[in-house]
């Protein structure tokens, strides 16, 4: 717990930097404006987005957990899915909805295997349907061959590596073989491993799980492009199919609390060349952060009965 605390203020200190290193370099009191002063109508309509890729993300998830198995509801799965997804917002970016979700599916089966294993195999097709994403906005972006080579050598890494994965059970046994049983570390990354290579004889859950998953992608890229509309930016949608996925990817990375900092950097750095002024683009990346962690709220709900419940 204690180095969990330590972890998060190390981030909290590099958003706050980050955040602070931006002042210096905007003007952050229109960049507050221009926040404030987004369209509510289109602000709406990305608020049911959000809703909706929140339900599609349950239910990828739940056809992980049916594939596998693994003995939970629906019911108890959403509830474990959003209070998480709440719980995770405070801490590291990307990794800390995934532990708590990790945490709460193993207390409600016990096995922390396969709740690993269908929480790591949920992030993983999220990574490669973003490396998708960002090829299909090569295509249809046309960038110049520089980006091109350095974007596309990107997202298929991303795709390549993230796949790599279900094949971890052959690299652990091949490099540690018994010796990799000797210690409790040891013996989770066995388990977790062995827990991965099963789902590879489970293709057309993983086919379906990465259809949704490219399906939650394109409903983010949407609700960029309507926050970016309600702030008067006349960007086309092209240009977010190639930026967004960096972006998204970005937030992800565990070196931010609830998004906060890394990412409002590189998206002012990104739609730079696109002749969007600094502070529209920090207002728009913290948008995209704000109804993001709007989308967590249900799982507030939900704890706050589960807490009444349990006095």
Excluded: C, K
Aim: no cysteine.
């Amino acid at each position: 717990m204690i180095g969990l605390l330590r972890s998060t203020g190390t981030r909290a200190a590099l958003s706050v930097a980050i955040l602070w290193w931006l002042s210096t370099r905007l003007d952050m009191a229109e960049a507050l404006r221009a926040t404030a002063a987004v369209s509510l109508p289109h602000l709406a309509l990305v608020l049911t987005l959000v809703a909706v890729d929140r339900a599609v993300m349950v239910y990828r998830w739940w056809l992980l957990l049916t594939a596998s198995g693994v003995p939970v509801s629906a019911g108890h799965a959403t509830r474990i899915f959003l209070i998480s997804s709440f719980v995770g917002s405070f801490l590291p970016a990307g990794v800390g909805g995934d532990a708590a979700r990790t945490y709460g599916l193993r207390q409600h089966t016990g096995n922390g295997g396969e709740a690993l294993a269908s929480v790591l195999v949920d992030r993983v097709l999220g990574m490669v349907s973003l490396g998708t994403m960002a090829l299909a906005g090569l295509l249809a972006w046309r960038a110049g061959q520089g980006v091109s080579s350095l974007v596309t050598g990107g997202a298929v890494a991303l795709i390549v590596g993230s796949l790599t994965l279900f094949w971890l059970d052959r690299a652990v046994h091949h490099l540690w073989a018994d010796r990799a049983h000797a210690t409790r570390l040891g013996r989770a990354v066995v388990r977790v491993a062995d827990a991965l290579s099963r789902y590879r004889d489970r293709p057309r859950a993983l086919a379906a799980v990465l259809a949704w998953s490219i399906g939650v992608q394109i409903l983010r890229i949407g609700e960029a492009y309507v926050l970016g509309l309600g702030l008067g930016l006349t960007v086309p949608l092209s240009a977010y199919l190639l930026f967004m996925p960096i972006g998204l990817l970005m937030l992800l990375l565990p070196v931010s609390v609830s998004g906060f900092g890394l990412p409002q950097g590189v998206f002012v750095w990104m739609l730079r060349p696109l002749g969007v002024p600094d502070a529209t683009s920090f207002a728009l990346s913290t948008l995209i952060v704000l109804t993001g962690l709007a989308g967590n709220l249900p799982g507030l709900v939900l704890w706050l009965r589960r807490e009444r419940e349990s006095l």
